[in-house]
Every structure is written in C-alpha cells, then in structure tokens.
C-alpha cells in the first residue's frame, strides 16, 4: 500500500530565504510523484511531477524537487520564497496497483508562511 | 488552466435534502475524480470514474452516489445530506489512471 508523510504541518521563512518542505513516501511499485500547491479559497494547481525520468524535476515559479530512491524521499524546495508562494503544499505518490483509477495518495499538506 | 467546472461553487442546504453537485470538462479525459477536501484530513477520494457508465468507490464513499453518462459530466450526488457532509468537493480529472490530476475551483458546502 502506498503512503505519504509530510514531515511538517507547517514552514515558516523569511522572504528571500530557501525553502525547504519535506516529503517521504512508501510504495511496492516505481511511483510517479508530484508536488501541488493550493493558494486560499482554490483549487490544486501542479508544481512538478516525477515520472522515472531525471532524479532532479524543475517546476513552476522556482520550484524543484529532487527524487531519491534510497531515502524514498521527494523533497520541495527553492532557493528564494517570495510572499505569493505562501499556501498549502501537498506531496502527491501514484503507483499502477491494481486498480483503474484509485491510485493516488495525498500527503496531509505543509503550511507554508512567508514573512516579511 | 484545465477546462474543468464545477457547480455550485457555494451551497447551503439542510439536513435530509438531496444535494446534486456536477462537474463538467472540457478536456475529453477519461478519469474523473471526486474529492472532499477537510481541515486536518486532506484530501480523501469519494468515487471515481474511468469511463462512461464506469465508476468505483473511494475510500469515503457512505452517503455519496455518482453518475456518469457522457465523458464531460461526472455528478456527485448526496442523497440526503447530514452535517457531516460539510466540506469543500474537488472534482479532479486525469488522462491516464497514474498521470497527473487536473484539479476543479472547488465546491462549498455547508449543511445545516
């Protein structure tokens, strides 16, 4: 069974520092993982995804993230937090698995405040 | 923006009333996806389609019921909603069972 733990319900930096927010999965198969970022009152929007592809995957507005098999870990991260990247981030695994459609587990969010 | 919308976007309704919310896409994706989205609980999957007339329970289905006749529509209906329903409804689409979801505005729901 796949999961997702995200290490810190809630990162707080200052503007222009790097950002750092934690993700580490289980699952029997090679999963595809992503990042999403959700602002207030929004929908989900896609930062990044990982499909097997290259280990380091570059996504919108700066962000990337780095796959590591050995630690199954997916962490987030950027070099300088600007105040509109303050929202919820949520680590994203799917694998195949046996079913058609009921692949995907969320990560219950980290809560990102950028202060001034 | 994925062409996904979702209806209501706010409703307010009573305990024991039937409640209809649709999510309509424009992108021809075979998998739709009902989401409830609650403080503390993240996002849980309610039901899911992986095509027409073909749907599947989630992990938080009781009370819920979904239909799909034609690609572009998947309904999530509560048949007699309870307070424990109150949430925020994400309805997410997907070209393939593993690629990446394209998420709706969301739909508030408040029952009293």
């Known amino acids: 069974a796949q999961s997702v733990t995200q290490l810190d319900s809630h990162v707080s930096v200052s503007e222009g520092t790097p950002v750092l927010l934690r993700c580490n999965y289980s699952?029997?198969?090679?999963?595809?993982l992503f990042w999403y970022v959700q602002h207030p009152n929004k929908g989900l929007q896609l930062l990044l995804k990982?499909?097997?592809?290259?280990?380091l995957v570059k996504g919108i507005n700066g962000f990337e993230a780095e796959f590591k098999k050995s630690e199954t870990s997916f962490h987030l991260t950027k070099p300088s937090a600007h105040m509109s990247d303050a929202a919820e981030y949520f680590c994203?695994?799917?694998?195949?698995?046996?079913?058609?459609?009921?692949?995907?587990?969320f990560g219950p969010g980290t809560r990102l405040s950028v202060l001034p | 923006d994925a062409g996904i919308t979702q209806s209501p976007r706010h409703k307010v309704t009573e305990t024991g009333t039937p409640v209809t919310l649709r999510c309509h896409q424009t992108?021809?994706?075979?998998?739709m996806y009902w989401y409830r989205q609650d403080p503390g609980h993240g996002l849980r999957l309610i039901h899911y389609?992986?095509?027409?007339?073909?749907?599947d329970k989630g992990e938080v289905s009781d009370g819920y019921s979904v239909s799909r006749s034609k690609t572009e529509d998947f309904l999530l209906t509560l048949e007699s909603a309870t307070s424990s329903q109150t949430s925020v409804y994400f309805c997410?689409?997907?070209?393939?069972?593993?690629?990446?979801?394209?998420f709706g505005e969301g739909s508030r729901l408040t029952v009293l």
């Open positions: 990982y499909t097997s592809a290259a280990t």
């Open positions: 699952s029997s198969y090679s999963p595809s």
């Open positions: 389609s992986y095509g027409v007339k073909d749907t």
């Open positions: 997410a689409i997907s070209l393939t069972s593993t690629g990446e979801l394209f």
């Open positions: 992108e021809n994706h075979r998998y």
């Open positions: 994203v695994v799917s694998d195949p698995g046996d079913n058609y459609g009921q692949n995907f587990v």
